[in-house]
């Protein structure tokens, strides 16, 4: 380990990260475009393997074939959309009853407060609970972990040409008594050719 503060060296990873903690908060930061959404998904796959799981769509653009294809079971998937930022806070207090995680877009204007209290309801609860910032970042004290994407390269095509077969994510690490860290994730694309038989995620959209 180097100096106290220090940032460890970069290492290489497949895309796994240490498994969910029930009660506790994630936090998937930064730029739309760097590999969170697909990130926060994968995360879901362990879960949905003990219990149902919930994705609150915020921007409209998740797919249940993105989560099945990391591994998701369909049955155990539940996709919300709600973009309305004031019945939000309410939303996601309801779908953390009685599921093992949730990955969750935050729209922005939601306070700071609403996100403590949902904070406080998940650790009696005890889902695991991904918060992921549409604009901006989550206010500090409230994840255990945070995953911040800084940057992403793509393997696979020449001048435009080819087919996209790997992306590599890079995050910052961080959290309650765990140093800050770099690391890089290599996230191997699927060419899935075929669909789900059993096509029996639920989803619901809420104005």
Same mark, same amino acid.
């Given at each position: 380990?180097?100096?106290?503060?220090?940032?460890?060296?970069?290492?290489?990873?497949?895309?796994?990260?240490?498994? &969910?903690?029930?009660?506790?908060?994630?936090?998937?930061?930064?730029?739309?475009?760097?590999?969170?959404?697909? *990130?926060? &998904?994968?995360? *879901?796959?362990?879960?949905?393997?003990?219990?149902?799981?919930?994705?609150?769509?915020?921007?409209?653009?998740?797919?249940?074939?993105?989560?099945?294809? +990391?591994? $998701?079971?369909?049955?155990?998937?539940?996709?919300?959309?709600?973009?309305?930022?004031?019945?939000?806070?309410?939303?996601?207090?309801?779908?953390?009853? #009685?599921?093992?995680?949730?990955?969750?877009?935050?729209?922005? #204007? $939601? #306070?700071?407060?609403?996100?403590?209290?949902?904070?406080?309801?998940?650790?009696?609860?005890?889902?695991? *609970?991904? &918060?992921?910032? +549409?604009?901006?970042?989550?206010?500090?004290?409230?994840?255990?972990?945070?995953?911040? =994407?800084?940057?992403?390269?793509?393997? #696979?095509?020449?001048?435009?040409?080819?087919?996209?077969?790997?992306?590599?994510?890079?995050?910052?690490? =961080?959290?309650?008594?765990?140093? &800050?860290?770099?690391?890089?994730?290599?996230?191997?694309?699927?060419?899935?050719?075929?669909?789900?038989?059993?096509?029996? =995620?639920?989803?619901?959209?809420?104005?």
């Amino acid at each position: 380990m180097g100096p106290q503060g220090a940032v460890q060296q970069p290492t290489k990873t497949e895309l796994v990260l240490p498994a &969910l903690s029930p009660g506790q908060v994630v936090g998937l930061e930064g730029p739309t475009g760097l590999g969170l959404t697909r *990130l926060g &998904l994968s995360l *879901l796959a362990a879960p949905s393997r003990v219990g149902m799981v919930v994705a609150l769509d915020v921007r409209g653009w998740l797919s249940p074939a993105s989560a099945w294809e +990391v591994g $998701v079971i369909p049955e155990r998937l539940v996709l919300i959309r709600c973009d309305n930022r004031k019945l939000w806070p309410q939303v996601a207090a309801a779908v953390l009853e #009685g599921v093992a995680a949730v990955y969750a877009e935050v729209p922005s #204007g $939601v #306070g700071e407060q609403q996100l403590r209290r949902l904070a406080a309801l998940n650790r009696a609860r005890r889902a695991a *609970l991904m &918060l992921r910032p +549409v604009r901006g970042d989550l206010p500090s004290g409230i994840a255990h972990l945070r995953l911040r =994407s800084t940057g992403v390269s793509w393997e #696979g095509v020449d001048r435009g040409h080819g087919r996209l077969t790997r992306r590599r994510i890079s995050l910052e690490i =961080s959290g309650k008594s765990i140093p &800050l860290r770099e690391v890089e994730l290599d996230d191997v694309l699927l060419a899935t050719t075929h669909t789900p038989q059993r096509l029996t =995620s639920h989803v619901s959209r809420l104005a």
